[in-house]
């Protein structure tokens, strides 16, 4: 597989920075679409800190915490194949702008939401807006920084403000005098990106002609919350019918999409690509970044807060420790020798997130903060490997015309790892009740160790073959 990071010195000498070589344009494009999708990411991660206080103050069951979670990972991705599609075709600009704004509006109005399915629907529709503006960014990227050297460095800039965000989120949340509040400003700096990208932005596309294939698209989303709903039910038993009923829709649903893909003359995937092992180690190192890392990461502060009695903010510092490092990690691995490929960074990112989170074990029934300390530094630099190697992978997976539709798909399978991961993780460790929190905090943590171990042989044995 061809290593776009494989590169000499230059004649410019070491300290010449590959972004001096690209258009002032091009270093704007960076900044406007990695600052869109910090802000996307911070959005995503504000529950992370502030469930305890969205749940008391929409009178929120356990049963239903998942979908407060999941609504931006669900919206995110339902929509991440269509939105790639929808730039390629139609313009990366017009659909970047168009989803930062939709953001903006959507994650205000979940400011000022009263029930919690109407907050879930605001939470699916900041992640369907999320899912245009990251679709399309990394088209944007490709475009602008069209040399190997300056797209990987753009690639790992831009994947390191995917940690930043996450980084920022809870502390930003936290900070503020109330989730409501947290929302409200969220929404503002969103509109305020959008608003500066109508003027920097340069269009770019890649059409097909065609219509958007909006059949896949609402197919896949039926099939998508059939699954979460089917793990958010397994908490109170596995084998009953309600839950293998939503598992065979599931199934069925995914036949009949990719039926529909098959036959459609602009699909939302090429199917063609599933027979390409670049691309599917893309997807893979996408969908178990979501259902061992995001998926247990996103309800531990959670578990944290109600074992060891923290403050949202100090909860927030404490991840800090956890995404600050992995923002770190992300912005210099790029300094790594260029032999080190990709799909390596990738395999040792997961195989650090299981040595992590096994450290974890007993840390949530210890009664010390202290105790979670290792985890979250070994677990911080295995995701900024990942957050830096995903988006140059999805990049490379695909033609450079279809950047936004590789960049789709690999997020796309992300976030179906996401929702599965943090309804999974908290069927594992609320089944017990409150009283077991701490057994089911060990259980969903060898879980999570063990699917990282398979993401790492997947990322590893999918390469492309001479």
Not at 406 to 412: D, E, H, I, P, Y
């Amino acid at each position: 597989m061809p290593q776009l990071q494989r590169t000499g010195p230059t004649t410019a000498g070491p300290r010449t920075s590959p972004a001096a070589h690209e258009p002032p344009r091009a270093t704007a494009t960076l900044a406007l679409t990695s600052a869109a999708t910090a802000v996307a990411l911070m959005t995503y991660t504000a529950p992370a800190v502030t469930l305890p206080a969205t749940v008391a103050a929409l009178h929120t069951p356990l049963s239903a915490q998942a979908w407060l979670l999941n609504g931006t990972p669900l919206g995110l991705a339902a929509l991440l194949l269509v939105a790639g599609s929808l730039a390629d075709d139609y313009g990366r600009r017009r659909i970047f702008v168009a989803g930062t704004v939709a953001l903006g509006i959507t994650t205000v109005l979940g400011a000022f939401a009263t029930s919690t399915w109407l907050f879930t629907l605001f939470r699916i529709a900041q992640g369907a807006a999320s899912a245009a503006l990251l679709a399309s960014s990394l088209g944007l990227i490709v475009q602008a920084f069209p040399t190997p050297r300056g797209r990987l460095h753009a690639t790992g800039v831009w994947g390191a403000f995917v940690s930043g965000g996450i980084a920022v989120g809870p502390l930003v949340a936290g900070a503020l005098p109330g989730w409501r509040l947290a929302y409200g400003v969220l929404g503002a700096a969103a509109l305020i990106v959008a608003a500066l990208s109508t003027r920097v932005l340069t269009e770019s596309r890649a059409p097909r002609g065609g219509r958007p294939d909006l059949a896949g698209a609402l197919v896949f989303s039926l099939a998508l919350v059939s699954l979460v709903a089917a793990l958010t039910l397994g908490r109170d038993g596995w084998l009953r019918t309600p839950v293998a009923l939503l598992l065979a829709a599931t199934v069925v649903l995914m036949a009949a999409f990719a039926l529909i893909e098959h036959r459609t003359r602009t699909p939302m995937i090429d199917l063609s690509l599933l027979r390409r092992p670049r691309f599917l180690g893309s997807a893979a190192g996408g969908l178990f970044t979501g259902l061992a890392v995001i998926g247990l990461f996103t309800f531990l502060p959670t578990l944290l807060q109600r074992t060891l009695g923290l403050s949202p903010m100090a909860t927030a510092w404490l991840f800090l420790l956890w995404s600050g490092l992995s923002f770190v990690v992300a912005l210099q691995v790029k300094r790594l020798p260029g032999r080190v490929a990709p799909r390596h960074q990738l395999a040792l990112g997961f195989a650090l997130h299981a040595v992590a989170v096994l450290t974890l074990l007993g840390a949530v029934g210890s009664g010390s903060w202290t105790r979670v300390l290792p985890g979250l530094v070994i677990g911080g630099v295995g995701s900024g490997l990942l957050n830096a190697a995903l988006p140059l992978v999805a990049v490379e997976s695909v033609p450079a015309e279809r950047a936004a539709m590789g960049s789709g798909a690999q997020q796309t399978f992300r976030y179906i790892g996401s929702c599965a991961g943090v309804a999974l993780t908290i069927a594992l460790a609320t089944s017990g009740g409150p009283a077991s929190l701490a057994h089911g905090a060990n259980v969903a943590a060898v879980v999570s160790a063990g699917l990282a171990l398979v993401g790492a042989v997947a990322v590893l044995a999918l390469r492309e073959r001479a």
